[in-house]
């Protein structure tokens, strides 16, 4: 698909993953904002829109270990409480969308993804894809989903990135989050890597460690190490990781620029 962007607003960037349940307003206001620029400045630009649960889903999560299986009520009841602040989140992101005059659909997870033994199992993309042939914006983001082996489990947006990828073949993942990139040297952050090839992570960047607040889903390293491994499959993919936070950077990032970790073979 000409132009297919894959945009992730981190849960870092969009929640205080320190502090329980806390959106960043603001900021989730000015990165809608900024999303209905860069569309209206490229019409042929077509976009999936991702985003993190940070300290909504995650602390959940954390709690009930979810993503390690759900068994028994209390297990369920887990599920239930992380599907729950997940998608309380969502909503709040899609009013932001809706605030930009966006014409922004959730499709969820939940409903729609399978899992085996935490790995995405089946996924049918054909609302995905009918939702962008309208000129809509279609909207994912990790979430609790079934699993044939775990009963349930967690899949990150990170996760479901790579099996659109896979059947959609984007140009370009974009992950937002607050880090300007990978750092060589983290977490002192004197020394930024702005490139990246597969296999290169562990001797460019062998300190890399997880960010604060709750991620049950791998952190920073394991996101890298999944990208990096998605873009030796696909060659012609690349994916950038970049601050959300500094102004204007994911309208310039939609737009091409190259803010952060650009990650490539």
């Not at 900024?34 to 400045?41: F, G, T, Y």
């Amino acid at each position: 698909m000409d132009k297919l962007v894959l945009l992730k607003l981190g849960g870092s960037l969009i929640t205080d993953k320190t502090l329980p349940y806390t959106p960043r307003l603001e900021t989730l206001d000015d990165l809608a904002v900024q999303i209905a620029k860069a569309l209206r400045s490229d019409p042929e630009l077509k976009l999936v829109v991702g985003h993190g649960s940070g300290s909504f889903g995650h602390e959940a999560a954390s709690r009930y270990q979810t993503r390690r299986g759900v068994t028994g009520a209390e297990g369920w009841r887990g599920f239930a409480e992380v599907w729950y602040q997940a998608s309380a989140l969502n909503r709040l992101v899609i009013e932001s969308l809706r605030r930009a005059s966006l014409p922004c659909v959730v499709l969820a997870p939940v409903s729609a993804v399978t899992a085996r033994d935490g790995s995405l199992a089946s996924w049918d993309l054909a609302p995905l894809r009918s939702a962008l042939a309208a000129g809509l914006l279609p909207v994912v983001h990790g979430d609790v989903v079934f699993d044939g082996v775990r009963g349930g489990t967690i899949l990150s947006t990170e996760d479901l990135f790579v099996h659109i990828a896979r059947q959609l073949h984007p140009q370009h993942i974009l992950l937002a989050g607050r880090e300007d990139g990978i750092w060589a040297d983290f977490p002192e952050r004197t020394r930024l890597i702005e490139e990246l090839k597969p296999g290169d992570l562990d001797t460019q960047a062998p300190e890399l460690k997880a960010p604060a607040g709750a991620d049950v889903t791998g952190g920073m390293k394991a996101k890298v190490v999944q990208m990096s491994a998605l873009v030796k499959e696909i060659p012609e993919l690349d994916v950038l990781i970049f601050s959300g936070i500094e102004p204007g950077n994911v309208q310039q990032a939609l737009l091409g620029a190259r803010p952060g970790t650009f990650i490539h073979v």
